[in-house]
């Protein structure tokens, strides 16, 4: 299994950038896919998360409004979309997947794959 993270880099606050996690090894269909953030320092925490079907999605407080999460069923990708970022947005990003179907996709230990974190730095 492996997830493939890229597009990040660094950006002024305000800017906007948009990371891919490519998967291969799973049934990407039959996951439910996420994103978290892990700052220096600080624990791994929640960004956003979508259903299988990409129906239903689910972001952190933090960055509802300025993040969008979508899939692509036929290209096994996920992407979020970051925008008017701030400089607390600072962190490596990690795409992760979940087989579960009862789990909260808000609780890290839904998901069984990670991937390898993409660096997001935002100067104020």
């Known amino acids: 299994v492996q997830l493939q993270a890229s597009g990040g880099g660094l950006v002024q606050a305000g800017g906007s950038l948009r990371l891919s996690c490519a998967a291969s090894?799973?049934?990407?269909?039959?996951?439910?896919m996420g994103w978290f953030r892990q700052a220096p320092g600080k624990e791994r925490e929640f960004v956003a998360a979508?259903?299988?079907?990409?129906?239903?999605?689910y972001y952190a407080d933090s960055v509802k409004g300025r993040f969008t999460i979508s899939r692509d069923n036929a290209k096994n990708t996920v992407s979020l979309q970051m925008n008017n970022l701030k400089p607390e947005d600072t962190a490596a990003y990690y795409c992760?997947?979940?087989?579960?179907?009862?789990?909260?996709?808000?609780?890290?230990?839904?998901?069984?794959?990670w991937g390898q974190g993409t660096q997001v730095t935002v100067s104020s």
């Open positions: 992760a997947a979940s087989s579960s179907i009862i789990s909260n996709l808000r609780n890290l230990s839904a998901y069984r794959y």
């Open positions: 090894g799973i049934t990407f269909r039959n996951h439910a």
């Open positions: 979508v259903s299988r079907s990409g129906s239903n999605t």
